[in-house]
């Protein structure tokens, strides 16, 4: 299993930029691949960036490429998400998760299965 923990959330101005980062725990010698994702009330959690193991291969909802990005470190178990240009309707509880993938440059989008308990991103106007 994979112990994830997120920090970094918190108030910011429309416009501004948060650095959102996940620590993972755990098992953590085989492949796994992390994400973000984001929820706010009445509305389903929706993917944000995904980043293989190998950090060779990433993905964006539509809603945030060219603004957000999402890296993984040298040891490959810390993920960031570097948001820039922050928006009135990013403001959700953003999730750390992660999958273990067969290949390590797998990419899967979905059927993420270890979540940490996320942090509060606030936008103010």
């Known amino acids: 299993q994979v112990q994830l923990v997120e920090s970094g959330g918190g108030l910011v101005q429309a416009g501004d930029s948060l650095r959102l980062s996940c620590a993972a725990s755990?098992?953590?010698?085989?492949?796994?691949?992390m994400g973000w994702f984001r929820q706010v009330p009445g509305k389903e959690r929706e993917s944000v960036a995904v980043?293989?193991?190998?950090?060779?291969?990433?993905s964006y909802a539509d809603s945030v490429k060219g603004r957000f990005t999402i890296s993984r470190d040298g040891g490959k178990n810390t993920v960031y998400l570097q948001m820039n240009s922050l928006k009135p309707e990013d403001p959700a509880v953003y999730y750390c998760?992660?999958?273990?993938?067969?290949?390590?440059?797998?990419?899967?989008?979905?059927?993420?299965?270890?979540w940490g308990r996320g942090t509060q991103v606030t936008v103010s106007s």
């Open positions: 980043i293989s193991w190998t950090r060779t291969r990433t």
């Open positions: 998760a992660a999958r273990y993938t067969v290949l390590s440059g797998d990419l899967p989008l979905t059927g993420y299965n270890y």
């Open positions: 755990g098992r953590t010698a085989s492949s796994y691949a």
